[in-house]
């Protein structure tokens, strides 16, 4: 049987294993992580490509979403800017569970830190920090911004700073003052500055 190699056990490496199932390959996915994996980050706006995938595997993108209706613009002077724009918005875990239930069955090996990959005719292996190898037909790199993957295969290139900083916080929701949470909830919110 055809097999895959997944680098990474997160979002895009889950999503890769289920489309490889659905051509009928076998997938292995392989996740530096320890542990279980933890939460991360915030809010995640549903992507088409999300909900047909969830759809796929028999779940309604609004099962693992709420539904915002607005979006805002903050202004330091003067009022919020306001406009309709109904999306759904799901976060890291929940996404996460919802893909990775499915894969039950399927091999997930945690505390696999790829350290090389080799071609050899129409093998590919992938050996991991604690030395165990892997062999595939196809690998795909799913190991996130920094990928390890493409420095393996490409050690010249090296990410350049794009021209913007994002900064993300999150602070529990029993934590805002009333008046933050009235104006933050249910709203899509901006605030952009030089
Ligand atoms: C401010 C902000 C807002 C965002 N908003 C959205 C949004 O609205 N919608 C959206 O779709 N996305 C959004 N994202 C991006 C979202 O975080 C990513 O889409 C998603 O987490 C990427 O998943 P990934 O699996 O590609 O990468 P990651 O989540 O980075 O996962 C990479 C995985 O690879 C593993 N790994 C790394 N190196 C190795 C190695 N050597 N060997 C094995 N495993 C390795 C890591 O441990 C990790 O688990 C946002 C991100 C930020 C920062």
Do not use: N
Request: aromatic share 8%; hydrophobic share 45%.
């Amino acid at each position: 049987m055809f097999k895959a190699l997944i680098i990474g056990g997160s979002l895009g490496g889950l999503a890769a294993a289920h489309e490889m199932r659905a051509v009928g390959a076998d997938a292995a996915v392989y996740e530096r992580s320890a542990g279980r994996m933890e939460a991360r980050g915030a809010g995640i706006v549903m992507q088409p490509e999300v909900e047909a995938l969830l759809v796929r595997l028999g779940m309604s993108a609004g099962s693992v979403s709420v539904e915002l209706h607005e979006r805002q613009q903050l202004h330091i002077h003067g009022r919020p800017a306001r406009y309709a724009a109904p999306q759904l918005m799901t976060a890291w875990d929940t996404l996460y569970r919802a893909l990775r239930d499915p894969l039950a069955g399927v091999c997930y090996r945690l505390d696999s830190a790829l350290r090389r990959v080799g071609v050899e005719g129409f093998e590919v292996t992938a050996e991991f920090a604690d030395g165990y190898t892997a062999r595939g037909d196809f690998l795909v790199a799913a190991d996130g911004i920094g990928s390890a993957t493409r420095r393996l295969l490409d050690p010249a290139v090296r990410p350049g700073y794009a021209g913007d900083v994002a900064w993300r916080g999150l602070e529990p929701e029993s934590a805002l003052p009333e008046d933050l949470r009235d104006l933050l909830t249910d709203r899509f919110t901006f605030f952009v500055s030089p």
